[in-house]
């Protein structure tokens, strides 16, 4: 039995009828890329939510890697999130309302944790393949954030376990509600996660 990597999607919101994330995970679903058998993981959009999900998903299939996948609207590029935080913004409407609210998504946890995924190798191959994509210091404080960061804390105490989280930009079709704001074809972000998953059980080895 190959060793199973869990690939986590979010459910559309905000009125988006899909989420590309989700759209991707679920195609790759029961596929084998690099010896590891991917498990994917259809996420509701909440921070408790999608931090109950995932921590009891690595309980219960033990697997050898994780990557998250969600959608960040309106960013131009892939983007491999660096930094998971511990801060759970309930509704995504901390920043814009200025509350100094607080609430962790693991209490009495460390403040971060930096992604184990090989983002230097990622960005590499992706650049290979001319598909724009960056490293992003911040993976915002909603349920994307939580889901990163409530895996990385399971995990914490197994480092080999590569865990890291992937936001992606609006499908070409969402764009269209948003004027102006970019997009990627769901075709391209596809071969972006698979290389994602390749380089990833390339470096367990
Ligand atoms: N994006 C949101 C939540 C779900 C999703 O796909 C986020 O970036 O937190």
Known sequence: MPAILILAGFEPFRGERINPSWEIA???DAEVIGGLRIKS?????????????????IARWQPRAVIGLGEAGGRPAISLERIAINLADERGALAK???PGFTPVVRGGPDAYFSRLPLRAIIRELDRKDIPASVSLTAGAYACNALMYAALHSLRRKPGVPVGFIHLPYEAR?????????SMALATMENAVRIAIAETARSIG
Do not use: W, Y
């Open 174 to 182: 969402q764009a269209r509600r948003h004027r102006n704001l970019p």
């Open 41 to 57: 993981l259809r996420v509701p959009v909440g921070c408790a939510r999608a931090a109950r999900l995932i921590t009891g998903a």
């Open 97 to 99: 309302s200025g509350d």
């Open 26 to 28: 679920r195609r790759l």
